[in-house]
Nanobody
Framework: QVQLVESGGGLVQAGGSLRLSCAAS????????MGWYLQAPGKQRELVAH???????NYATSVKGRFTISRDNAKNTVYLQMNSLKPEDTAVYYC??????????????WGQGTQVTVSS
């Protein structure tokens, strides 16, 4: 079983910064993709940023140039550096990790979510 623990959310003024972390633990053989998603009240969960095992990244258009996703493979951790935050970034942010437990057994797990609130 894989556990994901998120941290780093909070309340910040518009223009401020936050850094989210998501650490994966358990009997993990390898991790492939890692990503961050957000879910605003009454809306569907949507992709914010994604990073592959090789370090390739992609971002939602709304966050390009402001957010940076990175990963530390030695720590099984993914980060999201959020700069120039806007009130419309307010949402619950979830990390998602996909990988392999052992040969032939893949996993995909979600973090518990962390609230990010940006005040105007």
């Amino acid at each position: 079983q894989v556990q994901l623990v998120e941290s780093g959310g909070g309340l910040v003024q518009a223009g401020g910064s936050l850094r989210l972390s998501c650490a994966a633990s358990g009997s993990i053989f390898s991790i492939n993709a890692m990503g961050w998603y957000l879910q605003a009240p009454g809306k569907q969960r949507e992709l914010v940023a994604h990073i592959t095992s090789g370090g390739s990244t992609n971002y939602a258009t709304s966050v390009k140039g402001r957010f940076t996703i990175s990963r530390d493979n030695a720590k099984n951790t993914v980060y999201l550096q959020m700069n120039s935050l806007k009130p419309e970034d307010t949402a619950v942010y979830y990390c998602n990790v996909a990988g392999r437990l052992r040969v032939g057994v893949d996993f995909g797990s979600w973090g518990q979510g962390t609230q990010v609130t940006v005040s105007s």
